[in-house]
């Protein structure tokens, strides 16, 4: 008897004291209601305002208590931003706040975000769903990966410090409260790992069985080691590359390249996974955002790959090769069955057709001629030279096409080396007419 009566005091000091705390999961790792402002103070750091921006802890909460009010009158990216220490490294934590905003625009609107465009991150586009207009409460929330020391800065801001096509930044009113972050619960993310590739995607996007998850990620890890045989090296120290979906991406992309790499929600994602269960389509999209987690500004770092004139050509190059390497199904409207190269040959005529080579996937077909006249090997060498030479050793490259003569030079050498006498690839592999439409195409 005596028990239960403690038993019941303790539960009534609890009930005493559950109105002014969040509610606080045994897995959270932080919590604020904002209810407490002196706390609130301790916890966050507040952007200093540019003068048409204000951030304030005010008692209009969704149950009237305090919550964090930020208002912009012109385009800007305003935050509040808490540093997370002590996560366990390399971890899938996922944040929730209830958000709740009034006449939002542009950008990325209201959004959770991770505060690292500034500093060496993998995960820069990383965000939660943007919310524009006027809404009342709901809850969003973003999934991110806890760095090698366990540590990160979330924010909650009204616009997005950095620019994709429709500037990040936004203008408006946004209600922020009851932030929680905790590691991602097991059943908000399904999870399968291979040699090189984490897929971990929101269970709503599997409809196949984990053997064909399973087969299709060892797919990956191939091309991820032809990509890695093509180039001679390993982005992100040869960390395994995590695919993750995520409802915060512009409408239009697809996915955005990183660690994760981050796959739209919105897209097809169950089609992809299908393909691959019904045709053993290796899948487009990811190969080639995988791709490009190979440039060499990313696996190599700044001041490499100033020869890149365009990555959207590279990224699928590299494809290219994996596709080639272990004459891989691909579809892009048809299925390619180990001939990829008639997807671009296509493109190709069409542009000819027109007198132009305006095409990025056009080039992609004359750069893949070259390897059918010498072999992979000729992009080999001159890949793995190209990747360990700084920009400042090539050059001065002005226009895309000078970056393009800059290949060109590499390429030639590489196929000198493999014939035995020396070679010019833009005699040998192209027209003089083709070079004069490949001039005009990348000196716009
Ligand atoms: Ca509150």
């Keep these: 008897m005596k028990r239960c009566l403690l038993t019941l005091v303790c539960l009534t000091a609890l009930a005493a004291k559950i109105p002014t705390m969040a509610e606080t999961a045994a897995d959270d790792v932080f919590t604020d209601d904002f209810n407490s402002k002196s706390y609130s103070q301790k ?11 204000r951030i304030k802890y005010v008692k209009e909460g969704a149950d009237g208590s305090r919550c964090v009010k930020i208002s912009n009158t012109e385009l800007g990216a305003v935050k509040i931003t808490r540093h997370l220490k002590g996560l366990n490294p390399n971890t899938f934590y996922r944040i929730t706040a209830k958000v709740k905003t009034h006449d939002v625009k542009e950008g990325r609107g209201a959004v959770l975000y991770l505060d690292v465009l500034d500093k060496d ?12 207009g006027t809404n009342g409460w709901q809850e969003v929330y973003m999934d991110f990966v806890s760095d090698a020391k366990g540590e990160t800065f979330v924010s909650c801001g009204l616009g997005f410090p950095g620019g994709t096509y429709n500037g990040g930044k936004a203008k408006g009113t946004v209600w922020f409260d009851d932030v929680k972050i905790a590691p991602t619960p097991q059943k908000a993310l399904y999870k ?8 971990a995607a929101d269970p709503k996007h599997i409809t196949v069985d984990d053997k064909t998850v399973d087969e299709w990620l060892k797919a990956l890890d191939k091309a991820y080691e032809a990509y890695m045989e093509l180039l001679g090296v390993t982005p992100y120290g040869g960390a395994k590359i995590r695919i993750l979906t995520s409802p915060g991406l512009e409408p239009g992309y697809w996915a955005l390249a990183g660690n994760p790499i981050l796959w739209n929600d919105n897209v097809d994602v169950k089609g992809l996974l299908q393909k691959f269960k019904t045709h053993k389509d290796w899948g487009f999209g990811i190969l080639h955002e995988i791709g490009h987690t190979f440039s060499a500004g990313t696996a190599v770092g700044e001041g490499y790959g100033a020869w890149n004139w365009n990555d959207e050509i590279f990224a699928n190059f590299r494809m290219s090769y994996a596709l080639d390497k272990y004459e891989a199904v691909i579809s892009q409207n ?30 992609h077909y004359t750069l893949m001629r070259i390897a059918e006249i010498y072999g992979w090997d000729v992009y080999k060498k001159a890949f793995h030279e190209l990747y360990r030479t700084p920009d400042s050793r090539l050059g001065k490259l002005d226009t895309d096409y000078d970056k393009f003569v800059c290949l060109m030079k590499y390429l030639s050498r590489a196929a000198g080396e493999i014939v035995g006498y020396p070679v010019d690839v ?19």
């Design 43 to 53: 916890q966050w750091i507040m952007d200093k305002c540019p003068k048409t921006a």
């Design 121 to 132: 991150s993998d995960q820069p586009w990383n965000a939660s769903k943007f919310l524009y």
């Design 192 to 199: 399968r790992e291979s040699k090189h590739i984490v897929l």
């Design 334 to 363: 048809t299925f390619y069955t180990g001939d990829n190269i008639a997807y671009y040959k296509r493109a190709y005529k069409k542009c000819v057709e027109k007198g132009n080579l305006d095409s990025g996937d056009a080039i």
């Design 426 to 444: 833009m005699r040998t592999c192209y027209t003089p007419k083709e070079l004069d439409m490949i001039k005009a195409a990348l000196t716009k």
